[in-house]
């Protein structure tokens, strides 16, 4: 009788709870949904009206030089011993309180065409370096390596970033929203490693052609980064407290020019491509499809800090394969962009909004459907504004139906106070000569669908307080009201505590066609706290909680979905880590949903589950040649069901040259009838052999066992010139029982940088 009374008492307590949340709720988001979001902005800017920059103090003097700069890892030329010298580095990690252990020595000079560096990194402890492979943009946390942070412009918000590891392997990218790098784009630049007994040595020159900068501005923001494996420690030049990444453009010392850098002068490269290949489909016993393809793309520097990309007939087929996961979701799931023509300035399109709310999503364009013209323009007039405008022109697909379409996209970002920025957005798709026959069986396309939005984006000069507010609204033939979104959030983030306060509204006639946004019609809120304990010796650095609470409701302020979450993550001295959770789940189908999302029968539409589960995850230390991590998943699943999930991931190096993996996942669900017990097994063997850092080959093997499918990718790269490529790329798709082939493709593909 007891039991009955403590459970009775639980449920009801329950029920004022989510009585009390949705009374909260129902004040509060109404006043926010209509407010908040021309409010929010004014409400935090006392964070950011009067900051200062920090590390103001720390500057490195640099000088012109006259002299030929040979580019060979060698400090043999008389400029570096006249060139002031960035030392006396602070440790990030383990602990950000005392000068690194490690010592670092870095020089620049300059002449009319390019920046050179030379970057000196000294031992901490003897024995081999630890490298993963020659492979370009490598991972930075497996490999001994130092990295150039650049802000161009001194706005603690974009700029650039280069590097390599001990072996010699690059690393370069675009940096966007305070420190956050993407490195899929691609530049023209050199650079040499030289290894000695007692340190290595890495001497780069990035042509003033390749970045973007503001003409007369004699003040950049930089900062040096060095990791060094078998010490476990990562520094930095200007100091960066340690819950933020060396990248955080907040904490940049300052470049300090002797006159103005340079202007680059005419700047214009020309990217043609020659394609050959042949495809053919098996399964549907199609003759060989033969290709023969060109195309070209062309960058040009309208000023020294405003680009002009255009392309003619793109091809991407030597892109990188997308990583396969079991989906399980009720949701379309995310793939990133890696194609090279939308990636420098991409932020400024595809970030804005939140990580499921994105207005524009660039691989909705030219997937599947050829691309038959592109032009884009992005950049920054000067300090204080960013504008981006892209123009994308698709071909018509008779087979389906689909008409010719035209994708405009405009973007611009005005800076204020230190850090933060006001963003605008607008997006149209637009269907060219498009008069479907109604009693055609093909599908309908729409006439348009335009979005418009604007957002308030937070960053204090500290980088402590962070947030966004952001109001969207959607305009598409047939749906009107209820067609916009409004989210926002508001983050602190110190050495000790983590506090996030996030919510979402998006209506349920919201449309975005070239977008993200998987989910209409639903209230979110999402709160989350973290706290991080330091002991003062033995083997854990830090350990700490987390809480994280999220809640759907619908428009009717009814829940939907709640997800409650506890963690609790320790990170060790040699940088392995370990978290352990316990989650509780409640879910009210709004849609029929096959829980396996293999069989096809499903659970009806207003059925309401709920369930436990708990899982660890651990990462072994980057430091051995042999990696490993692994994670768990055990508890309940829809329909009272249960799902045990396991993944692993092992990696081996024979470093520098061969570098293997093997990518595993193991889904067991127990279901009632008709569903079962159901298995799903994801394979993936990846083998990366980089004979230089200028010859790649890659073979990577995909089993997924929920879409009956073996995918085989193999790529041969040689950059025969800086940014200049030979891609032979051999495709494979196979049924997995009976074993047989359903398409193959081969395909050579030959670029060429060339600068007029």
Not at 164 to 184: I, Y
Not at 369 to 397: C, E, H, L, Y
Not at 401 to 418: C, D, E, I, K, Y
Request: one cysteine or more; a positive charge; charged letters at 20%.
């Amino acid at each position: 009788m007891k039991d009955k009374l403590i459970v009775l008492h639980l449920h009801k307590s329950n029920d004022y709870f989510h009585f009390f949340i949705k009374i909260y709720l129902k004040t509060f988001l109404t006043c926010l949904l209509k407010k908040i979001w021309l409010l929010f902005p004014l409400a935090i800017c006392c964070f950011t009206a009067n900051a200062q920059k920090k590390n103001e103090e720390v500057q490195l003097h640099i000088h012109k030089t006259s002299a030929n700069i040979k580019v060979d890892g060698v400090m043999d030329e008389p400029v570096w011993n006249e060139a002031e010298v960035a030392t006396h580095f602070f440790m990030v990690l383990p602990m950000d309180t005392s000068y690194a252990k490690v010592r670092t020595e870095v020089r620049m000079t300059y002449d009319d065409r390019n920046l050179y560096l030379i970057a000196t990194c000294y031992q901490g402890l003897p024995g081999p370096y630890y490298v993963e492979s020659l492979r370009r943009d490598f991972n930075f946390g497996k490999n001994d390596n130092f990295l150039l942070f650049m802000d161009p412009f001194d706005d603690q918000t974009n700029g650039f970033t280069f590097g390599a590891n001990a072996a010699g392997a690059q690393w370069d990218g675009t940096l966007f929203e305070g420190g956050r790098a993407d490195l899929n784009w691609d530049n023209k630049w050199v650079s040499e490693v030289k290894n000695y007994s007692d340190k290595w040595i890495l001497e780069m020159a990035i042509p003033f052609k390749s970045i973007r900068y503001k003409k007369g501005i004699s003040r950049w923001g930089i900062n040096f980064s060095r990791l060094d494996l078998k010490t476990t420690e990562k520094s930095s030049w200007a100091p960066v407290p340690r819950q933020f990444p060396t990248a955080s453009l907040a904490y940049t010392g300052i470049l300090v020019w002797d006159q103005p850098p340079p202007l680059a002068g005419a700047n214009v490269s020309i990217i043609p491509y020659a394609l050959g290949g042949l495809s053919k489909n098996y399964e549907n016993n199609k003759p060989a499809d033969y290709r023969k393809d060109i195309g070209v793309d062309a960058k040009i520097a309208l000023t020294s800090s405003l680009n002009l990309d255009l392309t003619v007939n793109p091809d991407f087929s030597q892109v990188e394969v997308d990583r396969q996961v079991t989906n399980l979701d009720r949701f379309e799931l995310f793939f990133p962009e890696r194609r090279q023509f939308f990636l420098e300035n991409g932020d400024l399109f595809a970030n804005f909004g939140y990580q499921s709310i994105r207005p524009f999503f660039s691989r909705r364009i030219g997937l599947g459907v050829p691309i038959n013209f592109g032009a884009r323009v992005s950049g920054k007039p000067n300090k204080d504004w960013r504008i981006g405008a892209m123009n994308m022109q698709t071909r018509k697909i008779d087979e389906s139906g689909l008409p010719a379409q035209n994708f405009t996209v405009a973007s611009v970002q005005r800076r204020v106070f230190s850090r933060s920025n006001i963003g605008m957005i607008f997006i149209n798709k637009q269907s060219l000569n498009y008069h479907p026959d109604i009693n055609s069986t093909k599908p309908l396309y729409s006439d348009y669908n335009r979005n418009i939005g604007m957002e308030y984006n937070l960053a204090s000069s500290n980088n402590l307080w962070t947030g966004k507010s952001m109001f969207l609204k959607s305009f598409t033939p047939g749906k009107s009201g209820k067609d916009y979104v409004h989210a926002g959030h508001l983050q602190y983030a110190s050495r000790s505590w983590l506090l996030l306060w996030q919510h979402e509204y998006v209506g349920k006639n919201y449309n975005a066609e070239v977008g993200y946004v998987p989910r209409q019609g639903y209230i979110r809120i999402n709160p989350q706290i973290g706290h991080t304990f330091f002991p003062k010796g033995g083997k854990v650095l830090s350990h700490g909680p987390r809480f994280m609470y999220s809640a759907y409701f619908n428009e009717r302020l009814k829940r939907t979905d709640d997800l409650s979450f506890i963690g609790y993550s320790a990170a060790f001295r040699n940088q392995s880590t370990f978290f352990v959770w316990t989650a509780h789940d409640y879910v009210k189908l709004l849609q029929p949903f096959d829980p396996t999302n293999f069989k096809k029968d499903t659970l009806a539409r207003g059925t309401e589950h709920t369930w436990n589960s708990f899982g660890t995850e651990f990462v072994s230390k980057p430091q051995s040649v042999l990696t490993y991590g692994f994670s768990t998943r055990y508890g309940g699943y829809y329909a009272n069901g249960t799902r045990l999930n396991l993944t692993a991931d092992v990696g081996y190096r024979f470093q520098p040259y061969v570098n293997l993996a093997l990518s595993t996942s193991y889904n067991n669900i127990d279901l009632p009838a008709p569903w079962n017990r159901t298995t799903f097994l994801l394979i993936g063997p990846r083998i990366d052999v980089t004979m230089t850092n200028k010859l790649f080959f890659t073979t990577f093997v995909q089993y997924n066992e929920q879409q009956k499918n073996i995918n085989l990718n193999t790529r041969f790269q040689w950059r025969y010139k800086p940014a200049s490529d030979l891609f032979i790329v051999y495709t494979d798709n196979y049924l997995p029982a009976p074993l047989s082939v359903r398409n193959r493709a081969l395909v050579l593909k030959l670029t060429y940088w060339w600068n007029m």
